[in-house]
């Protein structure tokens, strides 16, 4: 049994503090975004949509995530016991970075309060790229989240 204790020091270290300015100016801009809308923080508009958002957001953290599923590809189905050590945090970097995308997307939805409408058969737009995109990521969020 092992000796489970406090590790002590400061909380509000140097790291921390810039952490916690980047986080509260994220909060920020996301509270404007949802009440003025993703133009007003984003210069988007009818004529030009998507802007740079979607490289920053879906392409980012699906590439930063991938790693993940690769890793168990290898270790659980192809049989390369060596780099079972590194499953676990490629798992992690994976849910990570496809839980960001998948928030990312749903900041992105012009009216997120109608989100939930991906998941009832009867309101799915198969014509929609962004369905795809938000079916794939929300799938991949729940197989890691379990």
């Given at each position: 049994?092992?000796?489970?204790?406090?590790?002590?020091?400061?909380?509000?270290?140097?790291?921390?503090?810039?952490?916690?300015?980047?986080?509260?100016?994220?909060?920020?801009?996301?509270?404007k975004r949802f009440i003025?809308?993703?133009?007003?923080?984003?210069?988007?508009?009818?004529?030009?949509?998507?802007?740079?958002?979607?490289?920053?957001?879906?392409?980012?953290?699906?590439?930063?995530?991938?790693?993940?599923?690769?890793?168990?590809?290898?270790?659980?189905?192809?049989?390369?016991?060596?780099?079972?050590?590194?499953?676990?945090p490629a798992l992690l970097?994976?849910?990570?970075?496809?839980?960001?995308?998948?928030?990312?997307?749903?900041?992105?939805?012009?009216?997120?309060?109608?989100?939930?409408?991906?998941?009832?058969?009867?309101?799915?737009?198969?014509?929609?790229?962004?369905?795809?995109?938000?079916?794939?990521?929300?799938?991949?969020?729940?197989?890691?989240?379990?």
């Amino acid at each position: 049994m092992s000796d489970a204790r406090p590790l002590g020091g400061r909380i509000f270290t140097l790291t921390f503090s810039i952490c916690l300015i980047i986080s509260g100016i994220a909060l920020y801009f996301t509270a404007k975004r949802f009440i003025f809308g993703i133009g007003s923080i984003a210069n988007l508009n009818d004529g030009y949509p998507w802007g740079i958002w979607i490289a920053y957001d879906v392409v980012v953290g699906t590439a930063f995530a991938c790693g993940g599923y690769v890793m168990a590809l290898l270790v659980y189905v192809l049989n390369k016991g060596e780099y079972h050590p590194l499953v676990r945090p490629a798992l992690l970097a994976s849910m990570f970075g496809y839980t960001l995308a998948g928030v990312s997307v749903f900041l992105d939805i012009g009216r997120y309060f109608h989100a939930y409408n991906l998941y009832l058969p009867w309101q799915m737009n198969f014509h929609s790229v962004m369905f795809e995109v938000a079916m794939c990521i929300g799938t991949y969020i729940l197989v890691l989240w379990l």
